[in-house]
């Protein structure tokens, strides 16, 4: 079992910046491959980055790709999203999540392959 909490989120001005963490605790974290998933008020939630758990791979979704850049720090057991140049259609309750059964430079853009999920975290970009 892996356990993930999001932290980080907030209220924040369009143009603005944010940066999310995801610590892990219960098992070995570094096995896992972690995405970030949003859900905008109204719609499905969506894949909005990964990284594989080697630390060597990453995937990007269009809606955030040159406005993000995600790390983790095995050591401490997080991984962080760093958000800029954000935009009010980037509120969103935003996860994280572990994909366990990830080969080692695969990064998951579904919801289906990953199988632990945190709570979720709040993020409002006002106008």
């Known amino acids: 079992q892996v356990q993930l909490v999001e932290s980080g989120g907030g209220l924040v001005q369009a143009g603005g910046s944010l940066r999310l963490s995801c610590a892990a605790s219960?098992?070995?974290?570094?096995?896992?491959?972690i995405g970030w998933f949003r859900q905008r008020p109204g719609k499905e939630r969506d894949f909005v980055v990964g990284?594989?758990?080697?630390?060597?791979?990453?995937n990007y979704a269009d809606s955030m790709k040159g406005r993000s850049t995600i790390s983790r720090d095995i050591g401490k057991n997080t991984v962080y999203l760093q958000m800029n140049s954000l935009k009010p259609e980037d509120t969103a309750v935003y996860y994280c999540?572990?994909?366990?059964?990830?080969?080692?430079?695969?990064?998951?853009?579904?919801?289906?392959?990953?199988?632990?999920w945190g709570q979720g975290i709040q993020v409002t970009v006002s106008s």
């Open positions: 990284i594989s758990w080697s630390g060597d791979s990453t």
């Open positions: 999540a572990a994909d366990s059964t990830a080969r080692r430079w695969y990064v998951g853009t579904t919801e289906e392959e990953y199988d632990y």
């Open positions: 219960g098992r070995a974290f570094s096995p896992y491959a």
